[in-house]
């Protein structure tokens, strides 16, 4: 006997797809009118609307900006030039997601698999998440802004600067999906995660070397410099920002012909990426499942008792929580990034302004005693994705932590102490680097700073522990692109960080208004003491605080 509800649905697709987004959109709109029904998800709200006002500031001064480079472009001529504003517009949408996930916002759109969406109806979910991406609307306001200063200039070439950013626009869209979905399925396995994370890692330092490499030889004018232009520059005719210049220019210069092929070069693009997205989606909706379970081995395992971890002065349920956590982040890539990052910025600063710049204004030029502190603030800063959301990573494991006999004030302080331990061979580390690239800081300056660290640090664990039981946010980094702490808690970090460097910076421009940095170390020695106080007051009262907030703590990690 046929089925009533496929015929229906083969009559009429159309409705059926309907029914199925509208829906989606239903569920999304309830979600996020329950959601203010709590504090956390008032506070959520007023955070959005901080960082959209932000956003919306960054596109419409950016918009404006691509309107008049635009509109002087082809004013006087240089409608190739464009290509110059088409390229940060792609630079930015496809890496602003991916260097600042704490700013990004899309779900997982992988969990409406498990309810029965047709294929073309999760393909468009999908592409509505990133249309409505705070990254893409910024760009968007730029890409305004472009057609605004073409049309300025031509306005009979408005028609088309509309249809080739459009397809521009298209492309980015499922370029951003595409690397999205295909990234998380290396992310899905131990080997091929160790691999991005490492490759992670390399592309993040290649690029801090940019600015100091063309800072050096930018100002000789070298014919192997010289020839590497003349490369780059045909080869970036041919990829989807310089087509889409080229597809305007052609058309000011009333070559419509040649325009219209760089266009159809640009929609071969989107196509060709589509297609890419399209095998990649396909295959998640026929519920592909990449498992890391390792085969039954035939060898004879290795059944011999190993005994965990000890720290002298500290319970044994400390050392288990600790050795955990340091077994867990060495195996990420973000985490080795964390920590070569501060040593390799010192690196950066000492290629560039301190060795080409010496009687410059930079900071470091002026004041190299400046150098250890500066390295040690940053320390202190990239542990702030870590120290902000204790819990993130422990996911479904937070139920562990309830059931067994062990008081929660000494699993928070086993995870402050991983990174006491990282902040402290970091420091260790950028001392030597400080010495080794600009001198050995002097005692009084690394007294200092060391009190400097006393105090913040506190601040930052005290701060960090109440908002990753107040407002927790699952991590899975398997997951690409996802928003790895919630609202609240990035702008709660911004203000702590504001404050704390505002402290620090003025005791340590008093000491050198004085020319005595001892008067540093005594004011952050004080201050140390007043935090130190306040960071055992609050871990001393953590138990009953994650008592109180266990069902939102577990509910928040433990979804789906």
Same mark, same amino acid.
């Given at each position: ?50 960082? +959209? ?113 459009? %397809? ?9 999906? $595409? ?18 994370? %490492?490759?992670?890692?390399?592309? $993040? ?23 590497? %232009? ?8 041919? =990829? ?22 760089? =266009? ?70 973000? $985490?080795? =990034? ?12 000492? =290629? ?7 009687? *410059? ?85 690394? *007294? ?13 664990? +005290? ?73 055992? $007051?609050?871990? +001393? ?20």
């Amino acid at each position: 006997m046929p089925d009533k509800n496929k015929d229906k649905d083969e009559v009429n697709p159309g409705l059926h797809h309907r029914g199925q987004l509208t829906a989606i959109a239903w569920l999304r709109w309830r979600l996020f009118v329950n959601a203010l029904r709590s504090s956390r998800g008032v506070l959520e709200l007023v955070s959005r609307i901080v960082v +959209s006002f932000a956003f919306a500031v960054g596109g419409l001064g950016g918009g404006f900006f691509m309107a008049v480079m635009a509109s002087i472009f082809i004013a006087e001529g240089k409608p190739g030039m464009l290509a110059i504003l088409l390229w940060p517009v792609f630079v930015f949408w496809q890496g602003f997601p991916i260097m600042a996930t704490a700013f990004t916002n899309n779900p997982d759109s992988s969990d409406l698999l498990r309810f029965p969406l047709s294929y073309r109806s999760y393909f468009l979910v999908r592409m509505v998440y990133g249309a409505f991406d705070p990254v893409t609307v910024l760009v968007g306001l730029w890409s305004l802004g472009i057609l605004a200063g073409v049309g300025f200039a031509k306005p009979l070439l408005l028609p088309l600067t509309l249809l080739v950013l459009l %397809v521009f626009a298209a492309f980015n869209l499922l370029f951003m999906q $595409m690397t999205f979905a295909w990234v998380e399925r290396w992310l899905a396995q131990r080997r091929t995660r160790e691999i991005m994370g %490492v490759l992670f890692v390399l592309l $993040m330092l290649s690029l801090q070397l940019i600015g100091p490499l063309a800072g050096r030889f930018g100002k000789q004018a070298r014919p192997d410099v010289q020839r590497v %232009v003349d490369i780059l520059a045909p080869v970036q005719a041919i =990829l989807p920002p310089g087509l889409a210049a080229d597809a305007i220019a052609q058309a000011v210069l009333s070559k419509f012909t040649i325009g219209l092929s760089s =266009l159809a070069l640009l929609g071969a693009f989107v196509i060709l990426v589509g297609y890419f997205l399209h095998v990649r989606l396909l295959a998640q909706y026929r519920g592909e499942n990449l498992s890391e379970v390792r085969a039954v081995s035939a060898l004879p395992k290795d059944r011999s008792l190993r005994l965990g971890w000890t720290l002298p002065g500290f319970s044994a349920p400390v050392a288990a929580v600790f050795e955990k956590e340091i077994r867990y982040l060495v195996r990420s890539g973000p $985490m080795l =990034l964390t920590l070569i990052m501060p040593i390799f910025i010192l690196i950066v600063f000492r =290629l560039g302004p301190m060795n080409s710049a010496r009687h *410059s204004g930079f900071i470091f030029a002026r004041t190299p005693d400046m150098a250890f502190p500066s390295a040690v603030a940053y320390t202190l800063l990239v542990l702030t994705n870590l120290a902000y959301n204790n819990f993130g990573g422990d996911a479904g494991g937070i139920q562990f932590f309830y059931a067994s006999p062990v008081r929660f004030r000494e699993i928070v302080l086993a995870k402050n102490l991983t990174h006491i331990t990282i902040l402290a061979l970091e420091t260790v580390l950028a001392w030597i680097a400080v010495g080794f690239l600009y001198g050995r800081p002097a005692l009084d300056v690394t *007294s200092a700073a060391l009190a400097g660290l006393l105090f913040a640090a506190p601040v930052n664990f +005290s701060a960090g522990n109440l908002l990753s039981i107040y407002s927790p946010k699952k991590l899975d980094y398997s997951k690409f692109g996802r928003q790895r702490a919630a609202q609240v808690t990035v702008l709660i970090s911004f203000g702590v960080q504001i404050l704390v460097v505002s402290i620090g910076v003025g005791a340590f421009w008093l000491a050198r208004h004085y020319g005595n940095f001892w008067i540093a170390t005594i004011i952050l020695l004080l201050l140390a003491s007043i935090s130190i106080s306040a960071y055992w $007051m609050i871990l +001393s009262r953590i138990d009953g605080v994650a008592l109180a907030r266990r069902e939102t703590l577990v509910a928040e990690l433990c979804r789906a």
